[in-house]
């Protein structure tokens, strides 16, 4: 029951009508209805005024926010994820439909491996702030390592219709579409990107993926070489090579 309607019952109470047609009341059963009354009122006048100040009364301080950020920067730092996210979620309680929490968040959660949680966040900072970049290459990543191409790809071409050559948005989507077995489409992306940046060692590994996907096992072995001249510690470049080899 609402409180105006709590109310309401009392007043009728009070000028209820009794047998003898006239409003008569014990006074000391008046006295403690009125009582009442002016409680219910201050309740009334208060509840409204807290829900019309709730955003000030609930903001932090920007000493808080900036402690809190502060403390989950440092946790990362360490690799302890846990206490990072413990330490964000003060100010998500505050302002959980913001951009700058929700993407601090998604990445917290994917660096700890806890992918439905990170999807979760970024997708609230990309509701935020829906022509960022940032949260939507956070949710590829984020795609990727919990292995939903499918995902990775829709949000993929949504970065490169306004991005056409971002950086991370072609590569997290030339991997899908590769793990996707859409070899052609992954391989214009590759060359795409490679005209842009030539010897770059991540599109260089992944074109000698491709080719080795693709049965063209000269091209891939060709490939690997250049990668580990440029990159001798690639580790996908010498598993892959040492097979090719054999």
Same mark, same amino acid.
């Given at each position: 029951? %609402? *409180?105006?309607?709590? @109310?309401? %019952?009392?007043v009728v109470q009070y000028f209820a009508i009794l047998p003898k047609g006239h409003y008569v009341l014990n006074t000391l059963w008046r006295v403690n209805l009125l009582k009442k009354i002016t409680f219910l009122l201050l309740v009334l006048f208060v509840s409204s005024a807290s829900m019309a100040d709730f955003s000030l009364v609930n903001k932090l301080s920007e000493d808080q926010i900036s402690q809190a950020y502060y403390k989950s920067y440092t946790y990362e730092k360490s690799g302890n994820y846990n206490d990072a996210i413990k330490s964000i979620q003060l100010v998500y309680q505050r302002y959980e439909a913001t951009?700058?929490?929700?993407?601090? @968040?998604g990445k917290l959660f994917r660096m700890n491996a806890q992918y439905r949680n %990170? *999807? %979760?966040?970024? /997708? /609230?900072? *990309? /509701?935020?702030?829906?022509?960022?970049i940032s949260p939507k290459l956070g949710l590829m990543y984020s795609y990727l390592l919990a292995k939903n191409y499918e995902a990775v790809n829709k949000v993929g071409y949504q970065v490169i219709s306004t991005d056409y050559y971002n950086y991370y948005g072609?590569?997290? @989507?030339?991997v899908a579409l590769r793990q996707l077995n859409k070899l052609d489409l992954a391989e214009k992306i590759l060359i795409k990107m490679l005209i842009r940046y030539p010897g770059d060692t991540l599109y260089l590994t992944q074109l000698g993926l491709l080719n080795n996907q693709q049965k063209k096992y000269l091209r891939a072995k060709a490939i690997f070489k250049e990668v580990l001249i440029l990159d001798p510690e690639n580790v996908n470049a010498k598993t892959v090579l040492g097979t090719l080899i054999k």
């Open positions: 029951m %609402s *409180i105006c309607v709590y @109310l309401s %019952s009392f951009y700058g929490v929700n993407n601090r @968040l %990170s *999807i %979760s966040h970024y /997708k /609230k900072a *990309i /509701k935020a702030l829906p022509n960022a072609n590569f997290r @989507l030339a």
